[in-house]
């Protein structure tokens, strides 16, 4: 589905989402429940431009007040690989929009991320998965890394990833191994606006993910250790 697609069927109140290169913003109504939308599409590369622009709708949604629900609608091939963005700290502006979803959290803002096309890496993590929930559509793409780059860092085959990968989540790309390691709540299938009123209603600061991980057999140990950690003096 394109982004117009998805909008419609979450929105079936109306919105003005609009498009400006691989950017996204505006608003849509479900019910009576307003958001504000900020998201990418095209697969667009998250560069120096598109991280500051995504922090900069999410900061002037923070300004006006309100409290209004934020949902990021994801499409991108992750993080831009260029010597530019490098030379200019893209990482920065990555942690830049990560601190401004943070900051609309903490100022009472429940944050819902929709991966819809593709999700890489650091297009990722300072959007949708900064989020109170993170949700994908089924036949959304999402890994941190492919398997061929995966098998070259790692020194191991991709064979062996892949047979990994048939009992290990861990080492598996795609949409319903994130499920079951809990990154991913749910996968969206039917009627999106219920969906998303639901993820409204259960939206809230607490992190679920390594509990999530372990009830659904994903991640064994994330959890235990988590609270290990949380409680160690």
Not at 28 to 44: D, I, L, P, Y
Not at 134 to 162: F, T, W
Request: charged content about 25%; aromatic content about 6%.
């Amino acid at each position: 589905m394109n982004w117009q697609e998805v909008a419609a069927a979450l929105f079936p109140d109306g919105h003005d989402i609009a498009e400006r290169g691989d950017f996204l913003s505006g608003g849509g109504r479900c019910k009576a429940q307003e958001f504000a939308v900020v998201g990418s599409t095209n697969h667009g590369e998250t560069g120096v431009e598109l991280a500051l622009a995504m922090a900069g709708a999410v900061l002037d949604t923070v300004r006006r007040g309100g409290g209004k629900p934020i949902l990021f609608l994801v499409d991108t091939a992750g993080q831009r690989l260029r010597r530019r963005d490098e030379l200019l700290g893209i990482q920065r502006y990555i942690a830049h929009l990560a601190k401004a979803v943070e900051l609309a959290r903490r100022g009472g803002h429940r944050t819902i991320g929709l991966i819809y096309g593709q999700a890489l890496s650091g297009g990722l993590l300072p959007n949708a998965m900064m989020s109170d929930l993170c949700a994908a559509l089924p036949q959304a793409e999402i890994r941190v890394m492919g398997l061929p780059a995966m098998a070259k860092v790692m020194r191991i085959s991709e064979e062996r990833l892949r047979q990994l990968g048939a009992t290990s989540p861990v080492f598996a790309p795609g949409a319903d191994n994130f499920v079951k390691m809990g990154a991913v709540d749910a996968l969206w299938e039917g009627d999106l606006a219920r969906w998303l009123l639901d993820a409204l209603a259960r939206a809230d600061a607490r992190d679920r993910r390594a509990e999530h991980g372990l009830l659904r057999g994903g991640r064994s140990l994330a959890h235990f250790v988590a609270e290990r950690v949380a409680s160690d003096d």
